[in-house]
């Protein structure tokens, strides 16, 4: 049986996304915020995000997938949705479960700004740095963790486990 470790709680989490959000809504004040949620992973704290941000803007989301299953990246990025709204000429943010290696991301990233959009950030509920093997600039991060793998508000481990409310460190 895997042992669940709790890590950070679900108030934790709720301060931190408010932070976040209010970071967002005056950072973004006068621009033309499209908030794109990459999916999986990042659906329920997508969810609480965007209650939190107080200034106008449009949602949409981009698949992205590099696991097939297990606790380490295949390295294989695979698109799964592309996005439904015309990005040309618009600041987008990309909202990312965790950022591991961060070779989901970059490849997110090329293909955001080869729609010529204005400007690209990013925004991780956890930015999990120890494995980062490409440069990524994140722009707002709920948390920083060194490593471990973990589970819960939208995190999966072979797509369990997404739905506890809280974040939990996975012992196999
Ligand atoms: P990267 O390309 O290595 O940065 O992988 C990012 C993706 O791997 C995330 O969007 C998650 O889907 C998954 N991932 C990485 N670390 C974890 C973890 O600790 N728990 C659950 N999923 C993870
Ligand atoms: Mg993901």
Known sequence: ?????PMISE????????????????DYKDKDLVIMGILKGS??????????????????????????GGTSSSGQIVFTKQPDLELKGRDVLLVEDIVDTGRTL?????FTELLNARSVKICTLIDKYERREVKIDVDYACFS???????????????KYRNLPAIYDLKL
């Open 43 to 68: 659906f329920i704290f997508l969810a609480d995000l965007i209650r939190e941000i107080s200034i106008d803007h449009e949602i949409d989301m981009m698949g992205a997938s590099s696991y097939k």
């Open 145 to 159: 963790l060194e490593k471990g793998f973990i589970v819960g508000y939208g995190l999966d481990y072979e797509e």
């Open 11 to 26: 108030k934790e989490i709720q301060e931190q996304v408010k932070r976040v959000g209010q970071e967002i809504s005056t």
């Open 106 to 110: 970059r490849k997110i990233i090329e």
């Open 1 to 5: 049986m895997p042992e669940f470790i």
